[in-house]
Every structure is written in C-alpha cells, then in structure tokens.
C-alpha cells in the first residue's frame, strides 16, 4: 500500500478518508520516508488529522520527513500552465489563468485535470518517496480519475492534450500510482464503494489498492438476549445500541471480507488524536 | 385545483442521513387529506425500496402503504431538458440539447444538479397540487450550492466567461472566435489547441438566449426558498459539524436562516451521568462489568457530542432537534414512521 510513489485515498462523504490519509502518511514517515501529504479538496480535514492549523500552497513541514500542502485552485492553475505545462515566461501566465479559471467553471475536466495534476506533478519532480492524496469523496472521483481521458477525448491538439496523456500513464501505472478507499460498515458507503470498484475496474483506470473498513465497533462480549433481560435503563440501553450495532455492520462487513478494519475510536476528541491512534492500527497491515 | 404549499429544504454534509430524515418527515406529513412529496436525491437502495423508487424520475410516485405520500429521486439531466426547453426558443433547444457541452455540464457541474434540484423544486411548487414538499438537497458544499446555485447560474450564463470569448458585442455565431487584437485568446488556443473554445463559446451563446428568462427564473425560485422551511442535519462529527457553521455564516446573502438544527445519531447525555453511578439490578459481575464499561464508552460519546453541539444551536438561535442513534437502519417504512417519534420540539415543525 506504502510502496508505491503514488497513493490516491478516497470514500464516501464523511467515512473518515482524511483521519485514514493522515494516519497512513505519520506511519510511512515513521518508517523512514519522505511523505508530502496532499489535500485535493477544500476542506480543512487534513490539515487538522495532521495536527496544524492550516496547509498552505507551499509545503510544510510537520513532524521529521512529513510534509503536508493542499491544493489551491488559483494557484494550481497557475503551475499547471507555468510548470506542468512549460509555458514560456514571456506569456503572462497569471493573466491568463484568470480568465481560464472562468473556463474552469464550465468546461467539462479542466478544474479536474488541475486538481488531479498536482499531486502527480509532485511525484514527478522526484523529490517524495510517497506522495498521500486525500482525494474528493467518491461520488466526484469519477470525473477526477475521467479527467485525462476527458480532456484527451474534448482537445483535439495542444499542450493540454500532451499532458493528460502523460498524466493517464503515470495514474494507469500500477508501478507508480493506486488507490485506496475507506468505507464505514454501512449500506450507503459499502455499495457506493463497491459500485466504483467495478466501475474503476472496468476503465482500468488506477490499480486499487485495497478497502478499509473504518469505525469498526467490537463485540460487546455479551449475547444481546442477556443484554435485553437486564432491568431497563442507560446500561442495557447502550448495551443494546452495541450489540445492535455490531449486528448490524456485520453484514455490511461480511461483503468485504479480506479487507483490514479500523477501530471506531471511543473517547478521542481531536483530529490529531484519532490519526495518530489509526496509524499504530495501520502499522499491522500497511 | 390550487393549494397552500408548505415547502421544507433538508440540507446539510453528505452522509449525515439527510435523505432518511426527509423520508421521515414526509411519512410524518403525508395523510388521507394531505398530499405530500418527498424529493429525494440517491438514496441508498434499500430506503428506494421502502419508497419504491427504482429509476431515476422527476414525477413522482406513489410510496405503498403510506396514505398521501409520493416519492420521486432527482433526474438532473430531465430537469435542465426541461429548463431549456421551457426558457430558449425551439430551434435553440434543440441544439443546446445535442450540445456535447451542455450534457457534460448537466451531468456534471455540481451546481447544475442543485439548480436542477432548485427548479424541480419550484416546478413542483407551481403545480399546485402538493400541500407539503419536502426537498432532500445534494450534498455539493454542504448544501450550500442549493441556496447559491440559481443566481450562480444566471451568473454563469450572463457572465464573464462569456464576455471575454466573444468581446464586449454579441457577435454573429459565425464571427464569434476572432483573434483580431485577442492575444489572450491567441494563448488560450496554443494551450487548449483550438477547437475547445470556440465549441465553449457557441454553446454559451445559445444558452445566452435564455438568459433574461433564465435571470427572472432564478429570482422566482429564491423566493420560493427563502419562504420555505429550512432544517440543516447534522452528525457530532467534526466535518458535518463545521458544515453546518458555514451554513450560517456564509448563508446571509440570500437569507434563508435554517429554522432548525436537527442533530442525527444523538446519544442520550443521561448516559454520560448514568455512567458514573454504581449499576443496580444486575447480579452478575460480569455482565455488570461488561455493561458498565460499554455504558462508560457511549456515555463519553454523548458527553463529546453535547460538546460539539452546544453553542451552535444556541450562538444562531435557532432549536436543536436530536434524532435517537438507532441500531437497525431505519429503511423500512414503519421504522422511518418511528424515528422521528418522541423528538422535542419536532411538533413545531412536522
């Protein structure tokens, strides 16, 4: 999973893919690499499993051989044109990536194929044992992992052509590039992730990497009819919403066999905490 | 046949259970005198089929067993179709409609799915054939694209981009993409290699056609909003937490002040007390033991989620609504019949 140069981590909406990208970067820098982590997205959940306030454009550095930066879509649009795509000095670049930044709105793959440059960009400049994305959430993936394909099939000629094909091979390399999904054990998140398996599969895409099964809830260690012939109160209440619980994932889990799990965390409250916690867990399989 | 509609907007982060609750709510409204819809978009496949909804519609149908109640799930791409064909002349219709373009940005652009959303919703109001609708949004930016999207897309369509591809004049279709004294044109052709723009460019002229309808649309459907009742979801967990915090602050402009916060998977906080007395009734030590350290770990859990909570319901002024964190999803229609029982102050709403 650590081994390639490349690792895009994705998921459904809120099943925790930045706890997971955070905890996966402090582990591989703990073993000696240097890691850049990446957020593809606007949010501030990277920046915040990592333990800082903020990640800026410019790298920064976090603890020994981890480095953390995010996407900024005026400033990617600005190396996608100036360095991605060496464009000559003499062209006002900055000029111009405003008015693309417009184009970007609407054009189908333009503000993906930027967003998706970067972090490929960053392997390319050789200076990362491992880049970690934490990538949009899986409904958006789609059109991201699209985006060179996209862009190939719309640009008949030009230098944007040139490039999303070189982006396709470094992603499509299963040498270089893989992805990695977290899903919760719930219906939603288990049959999205499922759906973009076979999808992803089916384009040959990226290599995936694997599934994590995140907030994982242990058994009680009590059958729930004992549970059920407690006296009624907060104690049996609880007990019964765990065992429940457990019940209830475990169909979910069953679809997703072979897949490693991720404890649900009782009583960590910050960011930091929780990815630092799921990065000794990570240690057993990563 | 014209009715007083009564029109609820359920928004909030993806995967927070906004489509369960809407569900919910409906069932709750829906009756022999009250037609209600619920609109849902993507919901898990199991609660589509406790709705009964199999295929991707903007008319809605009946949901079995639920008196008064119809569902539908959002098909973006029939929403725009209608869009154009109702705000842009024939022959223009149909030629944005076999635009490349146009389909990749219906189906694509976030904001197009919540202004598809938005007009399904005001098509809807309009009928005047529903006493309650209740509209489960996209998840795009939190929900906030729903709010944001119909001056958005007058703005794009009216726009900027518009302007600088084709110059400060309408031209004809037939001279739009001139490079005469457009040197940054010049660029953007080395760079994009040529045909893309003036592709862009000629679809956006044709949906330029249907700008000042389209504006007055925009205008009509935030109006319908801003009298709609607003209920943001949410769970105790940081991301959605800080969703519903940019939803107040970054809703002002178009003022639709959520009438509520619901909050979704709620732990009791008598659990967090009840954990630090001694349990009674249960002879067994270790059964006791077990219970008592599983009461300890939820208990902590509500605690955190009173935490995250406490304040933001309270800094906007508005009530918070807890819905119980049950252990069997409630898919079925019974059990989304009983979800919403016994919520506090949900009678002022539902």
């Known amino acids: ?286 | 046949m014209t009715r007083e509609t009564k029109t609820y907007i359920i928004t909030g982060a993806g995967g927070v259970g906004k489509t369960t609750i809407s569900a919910a709510a409906a069932i709750r409204l829906a009756g022999p005198d009250r037609r209600t819809v619920v609109m849902t978009v993507d919901p898990a496949r199991r609660l589509a089929d406790a709705l009964d909804l199999h295929t991707l519609s903007n008319e809605p149908t009946p949901v079995p067993g639920v008196s008064g109640l119809w569902a539908s799930t959002l098909d973006a791409s029939a929403s725009w179709e209608g869009v154009v064909h109702r705000y842009s002349d024939p022959e223009v219709a149909d030629r944005l409609l076999e635009n490349h373009y146009f389909r990749a940005i219906a189906d694509r652009f976030p904001a197009a799915q919540a202004f598809a959303a938005t007009e399904t919703m005001s098509t809807m109001i309009e009928s005047g054939s529903w006493d309650a609708i209740v509209v489960d949004t996209p998840p795009s930016a939190g929900g906030l694209d729903f709010f944001l999207a119909p001056s958005q897309t007058a703005d794009l369509i009216g726009g900027k981009l518009l302007h600088w591809l084709t110059g400060a004049q309408l031209p004809g279709r037939r001279f739009l993409y001139r490079f005469t004294g457009r040197p940054l044109l010049k660029i953007a052709d080395t760079v994009l290699g040529g045909a893309l723009l003036e592709d862009v460019a000629e679809f956006l002229l044709d949906l330029r056609t249907m700008y000042d309808r389209l504006a007055a649309r925009a205008l009509t459907i935030q109006r319908y909003q801003q009298r709609a009742t607003t209920l943001v979801v949410t769970t105790a967990d940081p991301a959605p937490v800080a969703e519903v915090l940019r939803f107040f602050e970054e809703l002002t402009e178009v003022a639709v002040a959520p009438a509520a916060v619901i909050l979704n998977r709620a732990l009791p906080l008598e659990w967090a007390d009840a954990a630090r007395r001694p349990i009674r009734g249960i002879p067994d030590a270790e059964v006791r033991g077990i219970l008592k350290a599983n009461l300890t770990r939820w208990g902590g859990e509500a605690r955190r989620q009173t935490t995250a909570m406490e304040g933001i319901a309270g800094r906007y002024g508005v009530p918070l609504l807890s819905v119980p964190w049950v252990s069997e999803p409630p898919i079925a229609v019974e059990s989304l019949t009983w979800l919403l029982d016994g919520v506090d102050g949900l009678d002022a709403f539902f």
């Open chain 1, 1 to 286: 999973m650590l081994d390639r140069r490349l690792l895009f981590v994705s998921g459904k909406g809120g099943v925790g893919k930045s706890a997971v990208s955070a905890a996966l970067a402090i582990l591989a820098a703990r073993r000696g690499k240097r890691v850049l982590a990446l957020s593809m997205t606007d949010q501030i959940g990277l920046a915040a499993h990592l333990g800082v306030d903020e990640l800026t454009y410019e790298p920064v550095r976090i603890s020994p051989g981890l480095y953390g930066t995010l996407v900024d879509r005026s400033h990617a649009l600005d190396e996608y044109l100036g360095l991605q795509l060496r464009m000559p000095r003499s062209i006002p670049t900055r000029q111009l990536s405003n008015a693309l930044s417009v184009l970007a709105d609407t054009a189908p793959g333009i503000r993906e194929i930027v967003t998706m440059g970067k972090p490929i960009f960053e392997v390319w400049r050789e200076e990362w044992d491992l880049v970690i994305a934490d990538a949009p959430p899986l409904g958006q993936l789609q059109s991201y992992l699209a985006a060179p394909q996209t862009i190939t099939g719309l640009v008949p000629t030009g230098a944007v052509r040139e490039q999303a094909a070189r982006l396709e091979t470094t992603l499509s390399d299963p040498a270089m590039s893989s992805l990695l999904l977290v899903t919760t054990p719930e219906e939603l998140a288990v049959q999205e992730t499922r759906e973009a398996i076979a999808h992803i599969d089916a384009e040959r895409q990226i290599l995936i990497a694997g599934v994590i099964a995140n907030r994982v809830l242990d058994p009680l260690g009590l059958n729930r009819d004992v549970v059920a012939a407690t006296p009624d109160g907060p104690p049996r209440a609880a007990g019964l919403l765990h065992t429940g619980l457990v019940e209830a994932q475990s169909v979910w889990l069953e679809s997703i066999p072979h897949d490693p799990r991720l404890p649900f965390l009782f009583g960590f409250h910050t960011p930091g905490e929780v990815s630092a916690r799921l990065a000794e867990v990570c240690e057993s399989f990563a």
